[in-house]
C-alpha cells in the first residue's frame, strides 16, 4: 500500500450493499463473519474491499489475501 488508509463503510452501507437488514449485518460482525473495526465512539465500520470480497466471493469471514492493516 501507498500509505492510503484503506475505506470503510458504516453498518448502514453494507446492510444496503447485501440486501438484509442493519441488525443481521451487526450479527454478522459480532460472529466474525465480516471483517470490521470500531471507532473511537465504539460504531462498527467495515472495510469495503473485504466487504466486495465477500458479496462476489461468497467467502464469509475471509479477508482478501492482499489485504494490508
Known amino acids: 500500500m501507498t500509505g492510503e ?14 440486501r438484509v437488514a442493519r441488525n ?6 459480532g460472529r466474525g463473519l465480516l471483517e470490521h473495526t470500531r471507532t473511537p465512539s465504539g460504531q462498527l465500520r467495515f472495510y469495503r474491499r473485504s466487504v466486495e470480497y465477500v458479496l462476489h466471493d461468497g467467502h464469509c ?3 482478501p489475501p492482499d489485504t494490508e492493516r
Not at 5 to 14: A, D, M
Not at 24 to 29: C, D, F, I, R
Open 5 to 18: 488508509l484503506p475505506e470503510l463503510l458504516t453498518t448502514t452501507e453494507v446492510a444496503h450493499i447485501f
Open 61 to 63: 469471514g475471509a479477508v
Open 24 to 29: 443481521t449485518v451487526v450479527s454478522w460482525a
